[in-house]
């Protein structure tokens, strides 16, 4: 008897481990602190006891470094679990990685992808105006330089000012490969010429803020929003 009632509980806390999701904002709230390894050492082990939960995908996802294989996760639950708290927050993530990235029109579709499966959802009010090339770089056939690609952008984020190019080099190969479409620029202050890396190109200041907040998070970097009205 005793037998039998302990299989009829194990199965019942193999059922409920599986059915039932995890309140995870308070983890959110911890990364957005920068407790990312206090976050990371708790997701290992609730993901023994919820071996299923969508809202520690939504996690593991927000403590992914790669943007590329973090947009994985976000598409699988935005696409494959509906009905989850956080899966219009997935759809949100994937439109501020391709914004930030500069694949504009991607971002443009998964916006609308968002407002169109989440008409309730806080994001779908959302209005962004996207950047468009104005000219083109074309070599012709007699050898002179291209054109200049011009974007009319208002803001982006300055990640980094280096004396040494390398340095800035490094800093700009780093948020490329992380999926970030990054700039590398020259600015002179002090009598002194600064090699300076900046990311993204956003026509509004709050998108702009919200991915400085991203990069604070996911890599524990500072950053500072700038006017980018300019040729780039």
Not at 4 to 17: C, D, H, P, Q, R
Not at 125 to 150: N, Q, W
Not at 157 to 177: H, R, W
Not at 185 to 197: A, E, I, P, R, S
Request: glycine residues 6%; aromatic residues 14%; neutral net charge.
């Amino acid at each position: 008897m005793r037998k039998t009632i302990l299989k009829i509980s194990l199965l019942l806390l193999i059922n409920f481990a599986f059915s039932q999701e995890v309140d995870i904002s308070g983890y959110l709230y911890l990364l957005r602190v920068g407790d990312i390894e206090g976050v990371k050492n708790s997701l290992d082990s609730l993901k023994k006891i919820y071996p299923a939960s969508v809202n520690l995908k939504y996690l593991e996802a927000s403590l992914i470094q790669d943007g590329e294989e973090a947009v994985k996760i976000y598409y699988d639950i935005a696409l494959n679990h509906p009905d989850n708290d956080y899966s219009d927050d997935a759809l949100f993530k994937i439109f501020q990685f391709y914004y930030a990235k500069g694949d504009y029109e991607q971002a443009k579709r998964e916006l609308e992808r968002l407002k169109a499966l989440y008409p309730s959802s806080p994001y779908a009010g959302l209005r962004v105006r996207f950047p468009e090339a104005e000219t083109i770089s074309i070599i012709d056939k007699s050898g002179r330089k291209p054109t200049e690609s011009k974007v009319d952008c208002n803001y982006s984020l300055q990640v980094g000012a280096f004396l040494d190019k390398k340095n800035a080099e490094m800093e700009k190969q780093f948020f490329e490969s992380k999926g970030y479409g990054v700039e590398l620029h020259t600015k002179f202050k002090d009598g002194k010429l600064f090699y300076v890396v900046w990311v993204g190109c956003f026509y509004d200041r709050n998108e702009a803020d919200m991915v400085r907040k991203e990069i604070k998070r996911r890599f524990g970097k500072e950053s500072f929003i700038i006017s980018s009205v300019e040729i780039r």
